[in-house]
């Protein structure tokens, strides 16, 4: 299979690797809260060792949620990141965005 048909099919193996290579600098970044890296890393890492699981004898559970944790560490860290240097910028933040507008009660 040539390597277009891999893309076509949605499998990036460099994407993904470059996503772990992201969460671990992220998880050692101390602009990440302290929280947010023990919540999601520890919460895959219990699933991976539950003794329960959904689907027994196979892994694809598992390393499935452990992709998303990651994908999920990664978006939530670069986000309070990105927070936190607006705030140092002096910039307000964009979840509490004023729209000025005018208005009039109808009865």
Known sequence: MSQSSYHSKGVNSAGFLQQAA?????????????????????????????????????????IAVLIGAMALFVKLATEAIERQQRQAEGKPPQDDAVVDTTWRVIE
Do not use: T
């Open 22 to 62: 992201r969460a671990v600098q992220l998880l050692f970044d101390s602009r990440v809260p302290g929280s947010l890296k023990l919540m999601l890393p520890a919460a895959a890492a219990l699933y991976w060792i539950w003794p329960i699981d959904l689907m027994p004898g196979l892994p694809i559970d598992d």
